[in-house]
């Protein structure tokens, strides 16, 4: 189910802030660009059709990297076009299905926070549900790798600000959609958390709430069990909204008790001076935020001229299997220590 909220505030979220570069121009074929109703001048969602069927998107016609890429199984199913398809919807894009080759290892940070999920995800059963919020959808692989990798009894929700790029994941990347299971929500990462929050607070104070037996079952009804987030806007920057008090709070208020937040962000970049203070304001928020002692960083693994980026993992409290099991795989206070004093010198 695709959940479409209409809001008047825009911030650009993309799922995966290191973008890969595109294999070179002339080797993929550019399939469709997607053009947003309400800003005809903003860049295109253009999809390309890779050799050995694969598929990629990017933001702009002529653009230099890739924010997402799939291989799909067997041969290609259909041939790019003499000239791409130039629209406004998706639903106007040529037919061309992706039965993902999920075979190979998850990379770079799509990786580290699944690692950071299957633990938690683990433990669902048919009677007793993990519920993920995802912020960022890119084109659905951590979605898609939970719901293919978790038990039944796992229900997936992603947030995505723009509805072409909902879109392209469900028509190029495989992403299955189900009500109630796995759904994508079009709406602002800020707005959709203090929506969450506000909801949770309602129905914790209404003593008839456990009449509504439908809503009490409903995907994140009982809290989320975790929140992952891949929110940039460009240059490895997190956008304010993602990374604001109110943001972390609604965030916090809306983890059932042993919950867990992995929040992808870049400690320092290249192209952009104030990513690295961004940084350190946004761990420490979390350590006020969630108590010093429950929140750490886990690095991604990289080549050494680009480690970039990292993922603060924040636990909401407790002391189960759960928290025990991600802490298992957390680097110590070392990691840490180095991470925050790099910062510094940028």
């Given at each position: 189910?695709?959940?479409?909220?209409?809001?008047?505030?825009?911030?650009?979220?993309?799922?995966?802030?290191s973008?890969?570069?595109?294999?070179?121009?002339?080797?993929g074929?550019?399939?469709?660009?997607?053009?947003?109703?309400?800003?005809?001048?903003?860049?295109?969602?253009?999809?390309?059709?890779?050799?050995?069927?694969?598929?990629?998107?990017?933001?702009?016609?002529?653009?230099?990297?890739t924010?997402?890429?799939?291989?799909?199984?067997?041969?290609?199913?259909?041939?790019?076009?003499?000239?791409?398809?130039?629209?406004?919807?998706?639903?106007?894009?040529?037919?061309?299905?992706?039965?993902?080759?999920?075979?190979?290892?998850?990379?770079?940070?799509?990786?580290?926070?699944?690692?950071?999920?299957?633990?938690?995800?683990?433990?669902?059963?048919?009677?007793?549900?993990?519920?993920?919020?995802?912020?960022?959808?890119?084109?659905?692989?951590?979605?898609?790798?939970?719901?293919?990798?978790?038990?039944?009894?796992?229900?997936?929700?992603?947030?995505?600000?723009?509805?072409?790029?909902a879109?392209?994941?469900?028509?190029?990347?495989?992403?299955?959609?189900?009500?109630?299971?796995?759904?994508?929500?079009?709406?602002?990462?800020?707005?959709?958390?203090?929506?969450?929050?506000?909801?949770?607070?309602?129905?914790?104070?209404?003593?008839?709430?456990?009449?509504?037996?439908?809503?009490?079952?409903?995907?994140?009804?009982?809290?989320?069990?975790?929140?992952?987030?891949?929110?940039?806007?460009?240059?490895?920057?997190t956008?304010?909204?993602?990374?604001?008090?109110?943001?972390?709070?609604?965030?916090?208020?809306?983890?059932?008790?042993?919950?867990?937040?992995?929040?992808?962000?870049?400690?320092?970049?290249?192209?952009?001076?104030?990513?690295?203070?961004?940084?350190?304001?946004?761990?420490?928020?979390?350590?006020?935020?969630?108590?010093?002692d429950?929140?750490?960083?886990?690095?991604?693994?990289?080549?050494?001229?680009?480690?970039?980026?990292?993922?603060?993992?924040?636990?909401?409290?407790?002391?189960?299997?759960?928290?025990?099991?991600?802490?298992?795989?957390a680097?110590?206070?070392?990691?840490?220590?180095?991470?925050?004093?790099?910062?510094?010198?940028?």
């Amino acid at each position: 189910m695709v959940r479409t909220t209409t809001y008047n505030f825009f911030v650009t979220i993309l799922a995966c802030c290191s973008a890969v570069q595109l294999q070179q121009r002339g080797q993929g074929q550019e399939l469709c660009s997607i053009k947003r109703v309400d800003d005809p001048n903003a860049d295109p969602v253009s999809v390309f059709l890779l050799p050995g069927n694969g598929r990629t998107f990017s933001f702009g016609d002529n653009a230099q990297t890739t924010e997402s890429t799939v291989h799909c199984k067997g041969d290609a199913s259909c041939d790019a076009p003499d000239s791409p398809v130039r629209t406004n919807s998706v639903t106007e894009c040529p037919a061309c299905p992706c039965d993902v080759d999920d075979g190979a290892t998850l990379a770079g940070s799509i990786g580290v926070m699944f690692n950071g999920v299957q633990p938690i995800c683990s433990i669902a059963q048919k009677d007793q549900n993990v519920d993920l919020l995802l912020i960022g959808l890119g084109g659905g692989t951590l979605h898609r790798h939970v719901r293919k990798a978790c038990p039944e009894g796992t229900r997936v929700r992603s947030v995505e600000i723009d509805p072409r790029v909902a879109g392209v994941a469900q028509q190029y990347f495989g992403l299955e959609l189900a009500d109630g299971v796995s759904e994508i929500d079009v709406t602002d990462a800020l707005n959709a958390v203090r929506s969450l929050s506000s909801s949770r607070s309602s129905s914790k104070q209404s003593p008839t709430a456990f009449l509504s037996s439908d809503a009490s079952q409903g995907i994140g009804s009982q809290g989320w069990d975790a929140v992952a987030i891949d929110c940039f806007i460009g240059h490895g920057e997190t956008p304010a909204d993602c990374r604001s008090t109110e943001f972390v709070t609604a965030v916090r208020n809306i983890l059932k008790p042993n919950g867990v937040v992995l929040h992808h962000i870049w400690h320092k970049s290249p192209d952009n001076s104030a990513v690295a203070g961004e940084f350190r304001d946004t761990l420490a928020l979390y350590q006020r935020m969630f108590g010093k002692d429950t929140v750490t960083v886990e690095s991604i693994p990289r080549a050494p001229s680009v480690m970039w980026d990292d993922v603060i993992v924040a636990r909401n409290g407790g002391d189960n299997s759960i928290t025990a099991a991600v802490d298992a795989s957390a680097p110590g206070g070392d990691h840490l220590a180095k991470l925050v004093a790099e910062a510094d010198k940028w």
